[in-house]
């Protein structure tokens, strides 16, 4: 039998008239469903693992390579090999470039996907994985809010897959023109929605959708990184990125510039299905909820969440921090409530954090440009400070990697005014002048949005 999924919400009392899901599920449903009856996270009941032996055979291997052994692992008993390794080899059809910034510093670069964001990575392989699992003849109807980056990677992954549509909920006035082009102009069976809103809202809008009776004909799915189909490719380049950077057994450290979590929650995981990770470290941007915690003990969500130029980390209350509790041992509920503490210590010794302003991030930009030639974009810099602040705090002598999310491409103003050069554009980027398309435009307002999804969704095939 596979991996059973259960609750992070499995042991709550009650939640606001919720009943606690206490029984477990297949991945292939926890895929499908995307989060659990109760509002709570997915998580996997028992965690494999792999040797050292394994990991470190991926040396020089391609990237599919380190995809396959990890889906295979999780997903072994339920999908066939070779439909596996068709999938991956399908997905990963990009570069995965490591750059040596100086000594031991290297930048793992996720930003060559198709649409310049390491979230092309997740949504690649659940686009394909959910294609799999579906039931045949019924329609699937995919529902993702997005600060900017997950739903043109979403919408990008599942373009032209049949038996699926996707709607991209964003908020109207925190997306780039650039993300706003990306995510409008899709087509095909992927559609925008411009919410007048936060972030938060869209993600409140599309929870509350799920967990609605009233549109449970319509197979609502998320692919959100509440999904845990989305954290499962998240762990793949950490194995990967080490096998190729480690002579074999030492610890590493990875910096994970970081919003909702999913990212740093695929370097968790990593470390705990065997790769040798000393310290993850979560810089975030001015939404400093989590280094917070950690400091203090005492958990306070950002509400409403603060804007700053990273802004696909602009997130005030993360959706996997539920899912850091529950694998150290606590219980917060999707408000920011926490039912249970974590061990706060261990967390501690394990993962470091830090909150970046905008003035460091801009620094830090040009700092790395004049020092090492290397364009960062704002999530990416927002990682390097993280990193540089570590390793001034600790004088830790690992190998570090710190992954840069996006192409700096997206952000043409921001580097321009900094660094006075003009990033290329991606191949992927260069005909979005030529597109097309407008978004549907919705109020944040649930029976609003309850009442457009009766109107447009379809339920057959
Ligand atoms: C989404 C995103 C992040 C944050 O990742 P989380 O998994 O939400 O923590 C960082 N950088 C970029 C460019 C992103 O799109």
Not at 105 to 131: E, V
Not at 313 to 329: Q, W
């Amino acid at each position: 039998m596979g991996i059973r999924y259960y609750s992070t919400n499995r042991n709550l009392a009650s939640v606001a008239g919720l009943v606690p899901f206490t029984g477990t599920v297949s991945f292939k449903e926890a895929l499908l469903q995307g989060q659990a009856p109760d509002e709570g996270l997915f998580m996997p009941g028992s965690i494999p693992s792999l040797s050292l032996d394994a990991v470190m055979a991926l040396k020089g291997a391609p990237y599919r390579a380190a995809a396959s052994l990890v889906a295979g692992a999780f997903l072994s008993g339920e999908i066939d090999t070779p439909v596996l390794e068709g999938i991956v080899a399908d997905a990963y059809n990009f570069p995965v470039p490591i750059e040596r910034a100086a000594g031991r510093l290297f930048i793992l670069r996720l930003d060559q996907g198709p649409t310049a964001s390491f979230k092309d990575f997740a949504a690649r392989m659940m686009a394909r994985l959910m294609n799999t699992f579906r039931t045949r003849g019924e329609r699937l109807n995919v529902l993702v809010a997005t600060s900017g980056d997950t739903g043109s990677a979403v919408g990008e992954a599942f373009k032209g897959i049949g038996g699926i549509d996707v709607h991209i909920l964003y908020p109207r006035t925190e997306v780039s023109d650039m993300q706003k082009k990306q995510l409008d102009t899709i087509g095909d069976n992927v559609r925008a929605i411009s919410v007048s809103g936060k972030f938060d809202d869209c993600q409140n809008l599309v929870k509350q959708a799920f967990s609605d009776p009233g549109l449970a004909k319509f197979n609502l799915t998320s692919a959100n990184s509440i999904n845990f189909g989305r954290i499962l490719p998240q762990m793949m380049y950490y194995i990967y990125c080490y096998a190729q950077i480690a002579e074999g057994g030492e610890e590493m450290v990875f910096c994970v510039p970081s919003g909702n979590f999913g990212d740093a929650l695929g370097c968790e995981f990593a470390r705990r299905v065997g790769l040798p990770v000393k310290r993850l470290l979560m810089p975030t941007n001015d939404n400093d909820e989590f280094p917070r915690f950690l400091e203090t003990g005492v958990y306070r969500k950002v509400s409403p969440s603060r804007n700053s130029i990273s802004n696909a980390m602009n997130v005030g209350n993360p959706s996997n921090l539920a899912r850091f509790f529950d694998l150290y041992g606590g219980t917060v509920d999707r408000t920011g409530n926490v039912h249970k503490m974590p061990d706060l210590a261990e967390m501690r010794r394990r993962i470091y954090s830090v909150s970046v302003s905008d003035d460091e991030t801009r620094e830090t930009i040009r700092r790395v440009y004049r020092k090492y030639g290397i364009i960062l974009e704002p999530h990416g810099a927002v990682g390097w400070c993280g990193l540089e602040s570590y390793l001034a705090q600790t004088g830790d002598q690992a190998p570090c990697v710190c992954l840069e999310t996006a192409h700096p491409a997206k952000f043409p103003e921001e580097i321009k005014g900094l660094l006075n050069v003009a990033p290329s554009l991606p191949e992927s980027m260069k005909d979005l002048d030529q597109r097309s398309g407008e978004p549907y435009e919705l109020p944040s307002d649930y029976p609003e949005f309850k009442d457009f999804l009766q109107t447009h969704l379809r339920t057959d095939e």
